[in-house]
């Protein structure tokens, strides 16, 4: 853009120069924002950039005709890649809607047409192209912080989130509790049952979990037989009444032929000033004092 945009102050085309800057300025505030903040404004593409774009495309066409159609080419492609889906068809709907009658006027109609036919593909095109990068890389997101086998959250995304859950407390009061849950004897499951029953075992863990549990709360699966829930907005005396639901709950569930199976729970509320690993290692103490007083309870 900044060629052009030097270019058309040097054959006196102000305005289009000045267009050309502001985009270039909004691009570069977006860059900065990314770089030194993690975060782009979408908001100001949308309400900022959008309105200058399609005013710089038809002023394009009234100075210079066929070669200003040629800006809408990249125009409705960047809608696409960088606003969310529904603003961008926000955004290149009123583009098309503004700029294609324009064209309509200030060209030959044999060009006009092919324009806007050729526009309207690229539209489509792009818009399946994104949707289909999107979905990829919600799936490709979903892998990296999913246990595979039960289904659960993984430790990849663990410390982000226990960090908000402490800086919701600290901002705004709200209770948080870690439950740290292992399956009583698991390797002996293992042994006598073998590997794909035990298995099974966790997956059908994980499956009651999620469904007892709230869409809030967060079920980790952090080792082999064990888990961590966090409970939000959930202090000590609630989360004490849940963690003996889920006991009896996994309980007197059929999960093996002959046996029950039962859960060991520790449990932490957080406590001012404590950091994620102070916590979860809190409530790892009294996991293991729930197994060491016999298993199956609650600390």
């Not at 985009?23 to 404004?41: E, K």
């Not at 064209?103 to 526009?119: G, Q, V």
């Not at 849950?181 to 073998?194: A, P, R, V």
Request: proline fraction near 3%; aromatic fraction near 10%.
């Amino acid at each position: 853009m900044t060629p052009f945009a030097i270019n058309n102050f040097v054959q006196g085309r102000y305005l289009l120069g000045v267009g050309g800057l502001l985009i270039n300025g909004i691009f570069a505030f977006n860059t900065w924002s990314i770089t030194t903040r993690n975060h782009y404004s979408d908001t100001l593409t949308l309400l900022g950039l959008v309105p200058i774009v399609i005013f710089f495309l038809n002023l394009a066409f009234i100075k210079q005709g066929i070669v200003g159609a040629f800006w809408c080419y990249p125009a409705v492609i960047s809608c696409y890649f960088m606003l969310p889906e529904r603003r961008a068809w926000i955004a290149n709907t009123t583009l098309l809607v503004i700029t294609l009658p324009v064209a309509w006027t200030m060209i030959e109609h044999a060009l006009a047409i092919r324009l806007i036919m050729t526009l309207l593909m690229v539209s489509i095109f792009s818009a399946i192209f994104v949707r289909v990068i999107n979905e990829q890389q919600q799936n490709l997101k979903r892998q990296a912080i999913t246990d595979p086998l039960t289904g659960a959250l993984n430790r990849t995304s663990l410390q982000e989130t226990l960090e908000q859950a402490i800086a919701q407390n600290q901002r705004l009061g709200i209770a948080m509790t870690l439950a740290s849950l292992d399956i009583d004897h698991f390797k002996s499951i293992n042994d006598i049952y073998g590997h794909a029953v035990g298995d099974q075992v966790l997956c059908e863990i994980s499956q009651l979990l999620t469904e007892r549990l709230r869409q809030v709360d967060q079920v980790f699966r952090i080792g082999g037989e064990e888990f961590l829930l966090l409970l939000y907005g959930t202090n000590a005396q609630n989360g004490y009444r849940v963690a003996e639901e889920l006991c009896h709950l996994i309980a007197s569930a059929q999960l093996l032929p002959q046996q029950s199976v039962t859960v060991s729970i520790g449990m932490a509320t957080l406590q001012a000033p404590e950091d994620w690993i102070t916590w979860m290692q809190r409530s790892d103490h009294h996991l293991y004092r729930a197994k060491s007083a016999g298993r199956n309870q609650v600390v």
